[in-house]
């Protein structure tokens, strides 16, 4: 890698040093940034003016501040059960994929089971299936089951997208924790289950944060699904399938509407400002893998 | 605390016993592995199957008489003109997003990649920010924003007289696949951020220094040591990212359902409409939609392959000269 330039050192560079480079590099940064977060600041400004100054008043500050979007799209529009709705969906399907996922990955990753070729190898498969091949058995499967209007339905079949991605991750974690493990744990007389639970589970920690944090997000953003769940029955709409149906029935009360998509998008902003490694560590895991 | 009793009859088996045997003594490992099954068995394998089956019935989901066609829902769906556009706008939706995603990611994760920079962190945060967003929700402050009538950024265009009059851009048939796709990079870039910089780590660090100790442009040390580096990656993130693309469902049906004129019909919103939201006056047609679903999911299989065996001969070609 030496060449012509290695005699250059120590270069000048006008006014471009290092320092300055980084500057104008953030400021640059800090400009692109703005837009591309603009749309969401947009929305939250639009959603405390009243309508009537939303049309007249492109800019960010509201002139009349009001809480009454909020108050309409909560009581009115029913964001408050929606937003219920998608708590319980989410609540309960990080549950249950969590448990489930952390079972069969710590099978698939460590144990000699027969047949667990066989089973990753089928996982593997169906990771890329889209969503539009499988909706009408898995709306089917539920209708057959007593399901196909209920929330339970909804939360199962969620777990259901993700389960396959979770399984990999936890099988992937467990195959690099060190034998000894196991062997001290035998030694001592600690049961298989026990082992699991008190050995294993802990070291999977930033693993389990990962899922929690992913499938959280999974639920919220579920659209396709809750859709066709709650055709037939709008008690059970969730967050995102609320606002779209709010958007075909009240277009002209876009104060409503960025209310209540503040609503929706507020608490997952959070919870990834507070958990970002996690995030961000789970989805790079994909790239590794 | 030490129960030496107890050591025989837990762990793992000795590895050459009878297959009987084996699973016997892997039999707790198997009741693991029940709840997770049932959930893969029930959403995942028997939709898979299950769709196979559907998709040779003519069936409209409300009276259980679903009749048995054979392949005539595949021969009806080879000449559907709704249908075929559906699949190519899918495809040929991938390949306005990915390219742009996959660069754009690129170029954020360089610059934020530098530890030196001020707020990198921040700024890896904010342009991460929409990727959480739920994309119908997103997608309809988007439908606002891009509004013609009153909308905000038909108003910026039309204060800075750069266009005449306001542009629909999500109402215009020759338009409205291009908004949908700059929404989706914007969307969807974050991820494909991380990617790269989860990337990026792989560059040792002793690279930069010893480049810098050598004066070498920061331009230099990017195109002639970082991208060769990390470039075997770009097939597997551009894998990612096409799937992802391809679930473009809730963006669209949340913004255009499809319109103006189908003219933003993707395959997964045809599956939908013919399955669930037929135009009035007409049944469901749920075997035709399974239809389409099982050769829409033949024809991502397809690609999927495709893009793994070039993923494989990156990594074979990484493998081959290491220091390019």
Same mark, same amino acid.
């Given at each position: 890698?030496?060449?012509?330039?290695?005699?250059?050192?120590?270069?000048?560079?006008?006014?471009?040093?290092?320092?300055?480079?980084?500057?104008?590099?953030?400021?640059?940064?800090?400009?692109?940034?703005?837009?591309?977060?603009?749309?969401?600041?947009?929305?939250?400004?639009?959603?405390?003016?009243?309508?009537?100054?939303?049309?007249?008043?492109?800019?960010?500050?509201?002139?009349?501040?009001?809480?009454?979007?909020?108050?309409?799209?909560?009581?009115?529009?029913?964001?408050?059960?929606?937003?219920?709705?998608?708590?319980?969906?989410?609540?309960?399907?990080?549950?249950?994929?969590?448990?489930?996922?952390?079972?069969?990955?710590?099978?698939?990753?460590?144990?000699?089971?027969?047949?667990?070729?066989?089973?990753?190898?089928?996982?593997?498969?169906?990771?890329?299936?889209?969503?539009?091949?499988?909706?009408?058995?898995?709306?089917?499967?539920?209708?057959?089951? +007593?399901?196909?209007?209920?929330? !339970? $339905?909804? /939360?199962?079949?969620?777990?259901?997208?993700? #389960? =396959?991605?979770?399984? @990999? &991750?936890?099988?992937?974690?467990?195959?690099?924790?060190?034998?000894?493990?196991?062997?001290?744990?035998?030694?001592?007389?600690?049961?298989?289950?026990?082992?699991?639970?008190?050995?294993?589970?802990?070291?999977?920690?930033?693993?389990?944060?990962?899922?929690?944090?992913?499938?959280?997000?999974?639920?919220?953003?579920?659209?396709?699904?809750?859709?066709?769940?709650?055709?037939?029955?709008?008690?059970?709409?969730?967050?995102?399938?609320?606002?779209?149906?709010?958007? +075909?029935?009240?277009?002209?009360? !876009? $104060?409503? /509407?960025?209310?209540?998509?503040?609503?929706? #998008? =507020?608490?997952?902003? @959070? &919870?990834?400002?507070?958990?970002?490694?996690?995030?961000?560590?789970?989805?790079?895991?994909?790239?590794?893998? | 605390?030490?129960?030496?009793?107890?050591?025989?009859?837990?762990?793992?088996?000795?590895?050459?016993?009878?297959?009987?045997?084996?699973?016997?003594?892997?039999?707790?490992?198997?009741?693991?592995?029940?709840?997770?099954?049932?959930?893969?068995?029930?959403?995942?394998?028997?939709?898979?199957?299950?769709s196979i089956y559907y998709s040779t019935?003519?069936?409209?989901?409300?009276?259980?008489?679903?009749?048995?066609?054979?392949?005539?829902?595949?021969?009806?769906?080879?000449?559907?003109?709704?249908?075929?556009?559906?699949?190519?706008?899918?495809?040929?939706?991938?390949?306005?997003?990915?390219?742009?995603?996959?660069?754009?990611?690129?170029?954020?994760?360089?610059?934020?990649?530098?530890?030196?920079?001020?707020?990198?962190?921040?700024?890896?945060?904010?342009?991460?920010?929409?990727?959480?967003?739920?994309?119908?929700?997103?997608?309809?402050?988007?439908?606002?924003?891009?509004?013609?009538?009153?909308?905000?950024?038909?108003?910026?265009?039309?204060?800075?007289?750069?266009?005449?009059?306001?542009?629909?851009?999500?109402?215009?048939?020759?338009?409205?696949?291009?908004?949908?796709?700059?929404?989706?990079?914007?969307?969807?870039?974050?991820?494909?951020?991380?990617?790269?910089?989860?990337?990026?780590?792989?560059?040792?660090?002793?690279?930069?220094?010893?480049?810098?100790?050598?004066?070498?442009?920061?331009?230099?040390?990017?195109?002639?040591?970082?991208?060769?580096?990390?470039?075997?990656?770009?097939?597997?993130?551009?894998?990612?990212?096409?799937?992802?693309?391809?679930?473009?469902?809730?963006?669209?049906?949340?913004?255009?359902?499809?319109?103006?004129?189908?003219?933003?019909?993707?395959?997964?919103?045809?599956?939908?409409?013919?399955?669930?939201?037929?135009?009035?006056?007409?049944?469901?047609r749920l075997g035709y939609a399974s239809?389409?679903?099982?050769?829409?999911?033949?024809?991502?299989?397809?690609?999927?392959?495709?893009?793994?065996?070039?993923?494989?001969?990156?990594?074979?070609?990484?493998?081959?000269?290491?220091?390019?």
């Open positions: 890698m030496t060449d012509a330039t290695h005699f250059r050192a120590p270069r000048r560079e006008g006014f471009f040093t290092p320092r300055r480079r980084r500057f104008l590099t953030s400021v640059v940064l800090a400009v692109i940034c703005a837009i591309w977060v603009y749309p969401m600041v947009w929305m939250i400004a639009a959603s405390f003016k009243p309508n009537s100054e939303l049309f007249r008043n492109p800019g960010l500050i509201p002139i009349h501040p009001t809480f009454g979007n909020y108050v309409r799209a909560w009581t009115e529009a029913h964001i408050q059960r929606y937003f219920f709705n998608t708590l319980f969906v989410a609540v309960g399907s990080v549950i249950i994929t969590t448990t489930s996922a952390a079972l069969m990955g710590y099978v698939l990753g460590r144990r000699p089971m027969p047949g667990k070729w066989l089973l990753m190898g089928l996982m593997v498969f169906t990771v890329f299936i889209p969503q539009g091949y499988t909706i009408i058995p898995v709306f089917e499967l539920l209708s057959r089951l +007593g399901l196909g209007q209920s929330l !339970w $339905g909804l /939360m199962l079949a969620t777990c259901g997208q993700s #389960i =396959v991605v979770f399984t @990999l &991750l936890f099988a992937g974690y467990f195959t690099q924790v060190p034998n000894e493990l196991d062997e001290a744990s035998r030694m001592d007389g600690v049961g298989p289950v026990k082992t699991f639970l008190f050995v294993m589970l802990p070291l999977a920690k930033p693993i389990i944060v990962t899922v929690v944090v992913l499938q959280s997000l999974q639920a919220w953003n579920d659209f396709l699904l809750p859709l066709v769940i709650t055709l037939a029955n709008p008690a059970l709409r969730t967050l995102s399938v609320g606002i779209y149906s709010f958007k +075909g029935e009240n277009f002209v009360d !876009w $104060g409503g /509407m960025t209310s209540a998509s503040t609503i929706a #998008i =507020v608490p997952i902003i @959070l &919870l990834f400002l507070f958990l970002q490694r996690y995030f961000i560590d789970g989805l790079a895991g994909a790239v590794k893998g | 605390m030490v129960a030496y009793a107890n050591v025989s009859d837990i762990g793992s088996p000795p590895p050459r016993k009878r297959l009987v045997a084996r699973i016997w003594s892997a039999r707790l490992d198997y009741l693991f592995l029940v709840p997770g099954l049932i959930i893969f068995g029930a959403f995942i394998v028997w939709p898979l199957i299950a019935l003519d069936w409209s989901g409300f009276s259980r008489n679903a009749t048995y066609v054979g392949l005539a829902n595949f021969r009806a769906l080879l000449q559907d003109s709704y249908f075929l556009s559906a699949l190519w706008r899918s495809f040929v939706f991938t390949l306005m997003t990915v390219p742009l995603q996959m660069l754009l990611g690129l170029v954020f994760a360089i610059v934020l990649n530098n530890k030196l920079l001020k707020f990198s962190t921040l700024f890896r945060a904010l342009i991460f920010l929409p990727v959480v967003a739920p994309v119908a929700v997103i997608g309809i402050v988007w439908v606002l924003l891009l509004s013609p009538f009153n909308g905000p950024i038909n108003g910026y265009l039309l204060d800075g007289h750069l266009v005449q009059r306001a542009i629909d851009f999500l109402g215009t048939p020759n338009l409205v696949m291009w908004s949908l796709a700059g929404i989706f990079v914007w969307k969807w870039t974050g991820i494909t951020m991380i990617y790269w910089l989860a990337a990026l780590q792989t560059v040792p660090d002793e690279l930069y220094e010893a480049a810098k100790l050598d004066g070498i442009r920061m331009r230099q040390v990017v195109v002639h040591i970082v991208l060769p580096i990390i470039a075997p990656f770009a097939a597997v993130i551009a894998l990612i990212s096409a799937i992802w693309a391809l679930n473009v469902f809730p963006l669209i049906q949340a913004t255009t359902e499809g319109g103006p004129f189908f003219s933003s019909e993707v395959m997964e919103v045809f599956i939908f409409r013919n399955a669930f939201a037929p135009p009035s006056g007409q049944f469901p239809a389409a679903g099982v050769l829409f999911g033949v024809a991502i299989m397809f690609l999927t392959i495709l893009q793994a065996l070039a993923v494989r001969r990156a990594r074979a070609r990484r493998g081959e000269n290491g220091n390019d």
